[in-house]
């Protein structure tokens, strides 16, 4: 056997690391693993950035020297005013500004009339001179430009003025993009005057690297452009931007809402994430594409350089702080991504994770784990090494040649990692295999198993088989009634509730074990047990049966001493009690984790109907619910029939008992009588005669007036709502 475990071993352990692996790859917990990807990605940029192309796309720069030259910022914007003017008659065909204007300009005559004392004759003077911020709206007015604005989490009632519009094909993207309660942008006037008016937000990974550019983003339920687009869309004269999402014509997502495909902006179509955002494929910043804001306030930018082209003005300003990394630079300048993102787009060369790339990465990491697997077993350490590096080099490869040719992100680092942890794994494990087998038995099973049972199997291991085999079983489920009630008396003394259960948990676990029992695992105030796995119990159902019996006498003891102890403390008491759920049937028993986390456990229909039956005691008021099967292999107990019921999940009806004592007595059959008579009329809806037995039953067991109840309120509700001809008195639970 040990050497068939060794066997299962070098299998099962590297094909759980493997498993684990694509479980990490699938969930990402903290994101790990898309950050290894994301400086993957960044390495690739950096290896082979996108050609630069300066023609098309201009950035006039409010830079140190600009600063320096004409004076600190903010500038008046009669300036900015002229700025824009003069890149309109150079020709622009699109401004886009970088920069917002939130409040009015301080050196306007009005403005600073406000800060000078004693200026009361200089008003009739300062009338006449002409408003900052209404020159500015005009050269926008006259210009193609676009405004920004910000998007922020807090509310505050600002609502940007929107230019553009959005069309979209497909489900509504709405749900995808990110929405924000929020806005700081230009003064009104400054926004109705211009072309466009766009966000300015960028939306970094967690590390804080720009590597994608959104070209939509939501205040509350209005779509609103960013800058990107709207620089576009105004260059292009358009007025609609059209959003194709999942279900769309062409786009693929075979019927699920997988978000936003792309975006068209004019004539150019943008592939995006789910979310609305695409890939920058980051150039290295060309020369000829910047110009000093002072170079063309003072003339001496040709108009050739700006005649037919996009146009952004920001700043490269260290003081002003519009700085943030990127792939390329730790410190670029926010204008610079925007000015990239355009260029892109203008050259029609995208970045992007097809819709298959994260299925042909799990595939092949999973192809390449098996094949390590089998490797390792049929050629050896050394050699499965060489093929685990020659997989790792391809996938490297492969991954680096569809990034340059394609403009594919597809991972290499999740292959690489698993290649390593399967060997790792797969040579460890027969190191350690020979030590583990002698520790298992009684390491799995002390916990679970009486201190016999487990030297039985320390002793004899061939009667333990590890890996699941089916099993004629008995499942027992107990849980505590109104737990919730009682944790919250405890609420100030958490360590007291941790006593309680413990004491609970204590003598109920020796009754299981002391009947050959196995408990399965505790849950909070619940108990799973079971018979007949490990070691053979022919008399498995009777077992049970009697160890339930012994868990309701414990509890009864119990209590007398949790009693007598809030009395002598003069504190309130409350009585445990508990719901037992019994079951036999068929089910698979054994290791249904690896050697790595060994959990002994039962799997099988058989045991989720015990479960429903321990949910069932409350309904039925009583403290013990067996099922059908396991009456039938443990005759001799005092059984009371309870109902015919189809359990919640299940569509086949069952017959419930309570299990009332070890074995029946005249008090007992008399009772069972009166029951069979009151089912055989209840089933017959043969009311009155129901009821005439229920009164009958509550002299002989008033213990089991919630029984008694519960069928005289059915009874009442089928007299006003007969359930008809073709009734079989078969009840649906609706609870667990």
Partial sequence: MMRGLRRYASLAVPGAVLVLVLALRILDPGGVLEEVRLRVFDTYQRLAPREAESSAVRVVDIDDESLSRIGQWPWPRTLLADLISHLTKAGAVAIGLDVIFPEPDRTSPAEVLKLWPHTEGLKPLLARLPDHDLALADALAASPSITGFVLTTEANGRVPVRKGTFAHAGIDPAPFIPGFSGAVGSLPVLERAARGNGSINSVPDRDGILRRVPLVLRLGDRLYASLVTETLRVAQRASTSIIRASGAQAAASFGAETGIDSIKVGEFVVPTDAHGQFWLHYATPSRDRTVSAWRVLNGEAGNDAFDGTIVLIGTSAAGLKDLRPSPLDPAMPGIEAHAQAVEQILSGRFLGRPDWAEGAEL??????????????????????????????????????????????????????????????????????????????????????????????????????????????????????????????????????????????????????????????????????????????????????????????????????????????????????????????????????????????????????????????????????????????????????????????????????????????????????????????????????RAASAIERARTMAPDLSALWDLYTQRIADYRRDPPGADWDGVTIARTK
């Fill in 363 to 688: 595939l092949y990491v999973a192809a390449l784990g098996l094949a390590l697997v089998l490797a390792l077993r049929r050629i050896g350490a050394a050699w499965s090494a060489v093929v685990g590096a020659a997989a790792a080099v391809l996938a490297v490869a492969a991954s680096w040649q569809v990034f340059r040719y394609f403009g594919f992100l597809i991972d290499p680092a999740t292959p690489v990692a698993a290649t390593l942890a399967v060997y790792i794994a797969a040579t460890l494990v027969n190191f350690l295999a020979t030590e583990r087998e002698k520790r298992e038995v009684r390491t799995a099973f002390s916990q679970y198993l009486a201190p016999a049972m487990v030297e039985r199997l320390a002793s004899d291991p061939s009667q333990l088989k590890l890996g699941g085999e089916t099993r004629d079983m008995t499942f027992l489920f107990c849980d505590v009634r109104g737990f919730t009630t009682i944790s919250e008396s405890f609420k100030s003394d958490p360590q007291a509730l941790t006593r309680l259960i413990n004491r609970f948990l204590t003598p109920m676990t020796d009754a299981i074990l002391a009947k050959r029992g196995t408990i399965d695992k505790y849950m909070g105030d619940c108990i799973m047990a079971f018979w007949n796995a490990p070691l053979d119990d022919r008399d498995h159902s009777a077992n049970a049966c009697r160890a339930a019996l012994v868990m309701r006498a414990e509890l009864v003891a119990l209590n007398g001493r949790l009693a007598a102890e809030a009395e002598k403390e003069g504190r309130r008491f409350l009585a445990l009690a508990i719901g037992i759920g019994l079951n036999s049937g068929n089910a698979v028993v054994g290791n249904m984790g690896s050697d790595q986390r060994f959990d002994y456990s039962v799997l099988g229909d058989a045991v989720n109907l015990a479960s429903r039956l321990e949910g069932q005691s409350k309904t039925y008021g009583v403290d013990i619910v067996v099922g059908e099967t396991t009456k039938a292999a443990a005759p001799g107990f005092a059984y009371l029939e309870l109902d015919l019921i189809a359990v919640k999940g299940k569509l086949e009806a069952v017959r419930i008992h309570a299990l009332r004592a070890a074995e029946p007595d005249e008090a007992h059959q008399a009772l069972s009588a009166v029951q069979d008579e009151l089912l055989a009329a209840y089933r017959a809806q043969q009311w009155d």
